[in-house]
């Protein structure tokens, strides 16, 4: 009975030591519909690119048509113009016709070829006939005036109203662009996400496999079901308990917190020496050494904590040590230097623990991933709380 007491209590401070591993049950049915839903989203992407490239091929015709209908209206306004000048020099030929005649009616200049040709007259009658020329000549050059002020009214109204037509078609044709820049930058958008999703798509499709080639039944916790597996097949992670997590530098300072801007999937730590040896945070197995889709170097370490696998991620590394997968790692196996690889602004180390991982045998697809980190505060006891900026002095 005393022996039995003692295991109770050993079990209740255990569980004093650890926060529980969240990890919700998933099954190879999960995993599959998940797959299918990361084809269907790569399917839809690459649809909509068809779609704006369509989109897009409208836009440049419709524009296409517009600046020819602006050629159009200023060859059109150039035209009008050449006839208002035109009509302006006649007018004053006109004019000038006109005063001749004015001269002759008031019989005012003796060497006015209109009075002339009166005095040339033969008779009466021939003098009044050719009065009368003179005076339709008048008329008729009146009316061709008016006329060709009117044609010049016309014809800057035209202008008018041409200008007025080109300015649409400009604001139309500006319209159209800004529309046709807005779908190319979604399609360049949709673009650059293709990758990471036939990234993820390849990353599912070969978890999905891999847990087929365990075994595990179509409704049964993948989970639980590797854990079982590999340790049967003597791929045996050691059990870690909560002493033996440590901080990954031998100092340094916490530069943003797990959940922070954006929410923050793990913590960036950082240090003055922007080559600072990287360990790892406890004894496991170093499970991937490889690059995230924006090319930061990581190493992914898998732990035993309670029967349930935990993985810690460093991310940004310059460089790896002379580690490899499969091995058996402890807190003191160097596994690589802080860095500024991938998407970063400074040498830092990125820290993210979760309950599975996106990558092989880590039993999440990138989606479901996001909502297994965890604080790595759980785990390492990092000074700075309050104020990130604190240094610490060892391990």
């Not at 496999?209 to 049964?220: D, I, N, P, V």
Request: with cysteine.
């Amino acid at each position: 009975m005393k022996k039995v007491n003692i295991v109770l209590v050993i079990i209740m401070m255990a569980t004093l030591f650890f926060v529980p591993l969240t990890v919700s049950a998933k099954t190879i049915k999960d995993y599959e519909a998940e797959v299918n839903k990361f084809t269907k989203e790569l399917q839809d992407k690459q649809s909509k690119i068809v779609t704006n490239n369509n989109e897009v091929a409208k836009i440049k015709a419709n524009i296409a048509k517009i600046q020819t209908e602006i050629k159009e209206l200023q060859a059109e306004t150039v035209k009008l113009q050449q006839e208002i000048d035109e009509s302006n020099i006649e007018i004053q030929k006109k004019s000038e016709e006109n005063k001749a005649l004015f001269q002759y009616l008031q019989v005012s200049d003796s060497s006015n070829a209109y009075l002339e040709y009166i005095f040339e007259s033969t008779s009466i009658t021939d003098m009044v006939y050719r009065i009368s020329i003179v005076e339709q000549l008048t008329e008729h050059n009146e009316k061709i005036m008016n006329e060709l002020k009117q044609l010049i009214e016309t014809n800057k109204q035209k202008k008018i109203e041409l200008s007025k037509k080109q300015e649409e078609l400009n604001a139309k044709t500006k319209e159209l662009e800004k529309e046709r820049d807005r779908i190319n930058e979604e399609t360049s958008s949709i673009r650059d996400s293709i990758p990471s999703v036939q990234s993820q798509i390849k990353e599912a499709k070969a978890n999905l496999e891999y847990y087929k080639s365990l075994g595990c039944g179509a409704t049964e916790d993948i989970y639980a079901c590797q854990f079982r597996k590999e340790q049967a097949s003597g791929s045996n992670v050691p059990l870690v308990s909560r002493e033996g997590f440590h901080r990954p530098m031998v100092n340094g300072y916490v530069t943003q917190n797990w959940g922070g801007l954006g929410g923050h999937l793990g913590m960036d730590l950082s240090n003055t020496n922007k080559t600072m040896p990287i360990y790892a945070i406890a004894d496991g197995i170093l499970f991937r050494k490889t690059y995230d889709a924006n090319g930061a170097l990581l190493v992914i370490i898998r732990h035993n904590v309670g029967g349930r696998y935990i993985y810690s991620m460093y991310a940004h590394l310059s460089s790896w040590a002379n580690v490899s997968e499969g091995q058996y790692v402890t807190p003191n196996t160097l596994i690589g230097y802080m860095g500024n690889t991938g998407y970063s602004f400074g040498a830092h180390l990125h820290l993210e623990l979760a309950t599975c991982h996106w990558v092989k045998g880590g039993g999440c697809t990138w989606a479901s991933y996001q909502s297994k980190t965890v604080n790595p505060r759980n785990y390492v006891s990092f000074p700075g709380l309050t104020n990130p900026r604190t240094w610490w002095y060892d391990r």
